[in-house]
């Protein structure tokens, strides 16, 4: 069983700071890319940053130079540090792992349960 565990979140004023921080545990094998998404009362999920085990992150336009997604491969656990916060990232942010449970599974892709964050104006 995996689980990704994320923590952070909150309230925070516009142009404040928030620290997102995602575990990834229990029974795997390898973890691929992680990445955090968020979705947006009637919105669809979208792609924040996503880091893969080796390589280049990426991140969407509308968030680059502000936040910044940073993983440790050795814990399995992934970052994302957010700055200069607006009220247009206020969403519930979620934790992405594609990873392999053991060594004849398949690549599959997990969640988190979602982190609410909130920034107001």
């Known amino acids: 069983q995996v689980q990704l565990v994320e923590s952070g979140g909150g309230l925070v004023q516009a142009g404040g700071s928030l620290r997102l921080s995602c575990a990834a545990s229990?029974?795997?094998?390898?973890?691929?890319?992680m990445g955090w998404y968020r979705q947006a009362p009637g919105k669809q999920r979208e792609l924040v940053a996503a880091?893969?085990?080796?390589?280049?992150?990426n991140y969407a336009d509308s968030v680059k130079g502000r936040f910044t997604i940073s993983r440790d491969n050795a814990k399995n656990t992934v970052v994302l540090q957010m700055n200069s916060l607006k009220p247009e990232d206020t969403a519930v942010y979620y934790c992405?792992?594609?990873?392999?449970?053991?060594?004849?599974?398949?690549?599959?892709?997990?969640w988190g349960q979602g982190t609410q964050v909130t920034v107001s104006s």
């Open positions: 229990g029974s795997i094998f390898s973890v691929n890319a």
């Open positions: 880091i893969p085990s080796a390589g280049s992150t």
């Open positions: 992405n792992a594609r990873l392999k449970a053991t060594v004849l599974a398949r690549w599959d892709d997990y």
